[in-house]
């Protein structure tokens, strides 16, 4: 297998032959010295990363492609007909995602725009992770959120992550009761995570 891809080198670019190369291939490096199995893993994301990524806000008739895009970046995520939905893109493929989901406050109706965002299950394909898309998708996204508050509860690990975007650490006695009573039921099932918030933009009289 291996060596019938080499004698198709001159026909495909070296970004289609290096993404033609199968998970198993990789088995080859094994055993060889420090850094050289990491040699053709690299070059392969530095030639993903090669592709122009585009952003877009999906339409919810196209929220089953995310649906299919969470299974395949193993995210128990799955959208909702009032989420906001963001994907990157490869090219046709969805490499990243995310949902923005309203936070209705007790005796607001559902039907009124909500003072509140929930940024949830931001996901990123694995062979797009360690790339810097996550941090580019981010930045798109923020963008789409505007003056509009948003919490969202991070891993513990991902604090530094989620503050370069903007958001800050909120101790949960601080937070609103409909950030904090779903928190505490994830803390509960033994989940590392935390409150963060970025705050809405007050306009200027």
């Not at 190369?21 to 990789?26: A, F, G, K, N, T």
């Not at 989901?101 to 929930?118: I, R």
Request: charge should be positive.
């Amino acid at each position: 297998m291996f060596g019938h891809l080499i004698d198709l080198r001159q026909d495909l670019s070296p970004i289609f032959w290096v993404c033609a190369i199968q998970e198993p291939d990789w088995a080859r490096y094994q055993g060889k010295p420090r850094g050289a199995e990491k040699a053709p893993r690299q070059r392969y994301c530095e030639n993903r990363s090669m592709l122009k990524t585009t952003y877009e806000q999906l339409a919810p008739v196209a929220y089953p492609l995310v649906n299919r895009f969470y299974k395949q970046a193993r995210e128990k995520g799955k959208t909702q007909g009032s989420d906001e939905v963001y994907v990157a893109r490869v090219e046709s493929e969805i490499i990243a995602a995310v949902r923005i989901c309203p936070v209705h406050e007790g005796g607001q109706s559902t039907g009124t725009t909500p003072k509140k965002l929930l940024l949830r299950s931001l996901a990123v394909l694995p062979d797009y992770r360690r790339t810097g898309v996550g941090s580019q998708f981010m930045d798109y996204v923020v963008t789409q959120l505007g003056a509009r508050e948003c919490w969202c509860y991070p891993f513990s690990w991902l604090q530094g992550f989620y503050e370069q975007s903007g958001f800050e650490f909120v101790a949960p006695e601080y937070a609103p009761e409909s950030i904090r009573g779903p928190f505490e039921n994830y803390r509960r099932q033994g989940r590392d995570i935390l409150i963060m918030v970025r705050r809405a933009v007050v306009a200027d009289d």
